[in-house]
Nanobody, 117 residues
Framework: QVQLVESGGGLVQAGGSLRLSCAASGSIFRLNVMAWYRQAPGKQRELVAAITSGGSSNYADSVKTRFTISRDNAKNTVYLQMDSLKPEDTAVYFC???????????WGRGTQVTVSS
């Protein structure tokens, strides 16, 4: 059984920063890609940023110059540093992990990020 637990969401003013964390626990043989997705009210879930076990990352164009994804493989944890936040970044942010040889997908329950103007 694998669990992903997010933390770090909250309310922040536009221009501010937040740092999200997601820790994976349980039967983890190999942690492959880890990523952050977000879903705003009435919109589809979208990829924000992803990072491989080797450290290669990619970002949505809308966050590319403002967000930074990183991971600590020893702690099975992925982070998302969010700077220069905008009201349009308001969403529930979900942690994603692809684990094991079978590349099974796991999701966290989400953490709310609200950016006020």
């Amino acid at each position: 059984q694998v669990q992903l637990v997010e933390s770090g969401g909250g309310l922040v003013q536009a221009g501010g920063s937040l740092r999200l964390s997601c820790a994976a626990s349980g039967s983890i043989f190999r942690l492959n890609v880890m990523a952050w997705y977000r879903q705003a009210p009435g919109k589809q879930r979208e990829l924000v940023a992803a990072i491989t076990s080797g450290g290669s990352s990619n970002y949505a164009d809308s966050v590319k110059t403002r967000f930074t994804i990183s991971r600590d493989n020893a702690k099975n944890t992925v982070y998302l540093q969010m700077d220069s936040l905008k009201p349009e970044d308001t969403a529930v942010y979900f942690c994603f992990a692809q684990i094991g040889v079978s590349a099974a997908n796991y999701w966290g329950r989400g953490t709310q990020v609200t950016v006020s103007s």
